[in-house]
Nanobody, 115 residues
Framework: QVQLVESGGGLVQPGGSLRLSCAASGSISSIDVMGWYRQVPGKQRELVAT???????NYVDSVKGRFTISRDNAKNTVYLQMNSLKPEDTAVYYCNARKSIFGYWGKGTLVTVSS
């Protein structure tokens, strides 16, 4: 069982930055893939970025060049640095962990990009 707790969301103006954190209850070094997803009310949850145990990274096209996913195994934490934020980035951001056939979700943190 893996428990995930997201933090770092909030209100930011367009062009601003936020850093989301996802703290895991145990060691993340044994987790196969960790990722960030986001969801807007009425829409499907979409993948934002993933990082594998071998540090292979993928981003959805809409955030490439603006968002950076990283992990700190010593702190059992995954981060999402979000720069040049746009109003369309507004969503609830969820942390996800995949270990073998099991998937785990955090409860999410709200990011609002508005002037």
């Amino acid at each position: 069982q893996v428990q995930l707790v997201e933090s770092g969301g909030g209100l930011v103006q367009p062009g601003g930055s936020l850093r989301l954190s996802c703290a895991a209850s145990g060691s993340i070094s044994s987790i196969d893939v960790m990722g960030w997803y986001r969801q807007v009310p009425g829409k499907q949850r979409e993948l934002v970025a993933t990082i594998t145990r071998g540090d292979n990274i993928n981003y959805v096209d809409s955030v490439k060049g603006r968002f950076t996913i990283s992990r700190d195994n010593a702190k059992n934490t995954v981060y999402l640095q979000m720069n040049s934020l746009k109003p369309e980035d507004t969503a609830v951001y969820y942390c996800n962990a995949r270990k073998s056939i099991f998937g785990y979700w955090g409860k999410g943190t709200l990011v609002t990009v508005s002037s």
